[in-house]
């Protein structure tokens, strides 16, 4: 399964946009890209997922490169409580599949 | 409807002890995921249950066990408790195989190993 690649830890000013970043440029053709955030010692919480094209929820956008080895997890509008750490992680179309979610960016909004 | 359960919140036992958590998924999923997180080694995937079956485990010893039950709800068993067992416990539930589906997780327990 593909790996994926975050920056550490980013910042940003509650109000503004939030563009978190994340390689995984070995995914393959049926590998879909996820994200979930997870606040401090509670249980990650799943925010968008896609598999090429770009999707929109209520939380957040997901822009999906057309090569697909990347992605942008966009916080249109960031609050002080999208503080968390935020996971990109890719998972099988199916099959055997053993799920890797690495360290995450850790996403500081500030007043 | 009502999320991922899981019980007891917080836990404190001692080395050599044997400690069971309980999961219960969200109504209508069948598929339960356990997974490790320490501020070490970050979240980790422990095994997996569909239909009452493992379907898949991650890298652990053989300490560390689970079940399904016919209803869907799961339990984990670690056995002979070690001090770097201290860790949040996530459990996690989707309607199909967690490699095909979306997963919603559980608050988790924590669990202190003295």
């Known amino acids: 399964d593909a790996k994926t690649t975050q920056p550490p830890s980013m910042d940003c000013a509650e109000g503004r946009a939030a563009n978190l970043p994340c390689n995984h440029s070995?995914?393959?053709?049926?590998?879909?890209v996820y994200w979930y955030r997870q606040i401090h010692s509670q249980g990650p919480q799943y925010i968008i997922h896609g598999l090429k094209n770009n999707e929109t929820n209520e939380m957040a956008s997901l822009i999906i490169t057309e090569d697909r080895k990347s992605s942008t997890l966009i916080l249109p509008h960031a609050t002080l409580r999208d503080t968390a750490v935020y996971y990109c992680?890719?998972?099988?179309?199916?099959?055997?599949?053993?799920?890797?979610f690495g360290r995450g960016t850790s996403l500081i909004v500030h007043p | 409807k009502a999320g991922v359960t899981q019980t007891p919140r917080y836990l404190i036992k001692t080395r050599g002890q044997q400690v069971t958590l309980s999961c219960s998924p969200i109504?209508?999923?069948?598929?339960v995921s356990w997974y490790q997180q320490t501020p070490g080694q970050g979240l980790q995937f422990l095994f997996e249950y569909f239909s009452e079956t493992q379907r898949n485990k991650g890298n652990f010893p053989g300490r560390f066990s689970g079940r399904q039950f016919s209803n869907s709800r799961s339990e984990m068993n670690v056995s002979t408790l070690e001090l770097g067992d201290s860790a949040l416990y996530l459990c996690?539930?989707?309607?199909?195989?967690?490699?095909?589906?979306?997963?919603?997780f559980g608050p988790g327990t924590r669990l202190t190993v003295l």
């Open positions: 992680i890719v998972r099988a179309g199916g099959g055997s599949y053993i799920p890797t």
């Open positions: 109504s209508g999923h069948r598929s």
């Open positions: 996690a539930s989707s309607l199909q195989p967690q490699s095909t589906d979306t997963q919603y």
């Open positions: 070995t995914i393959s053709g049926n590998e879909y």
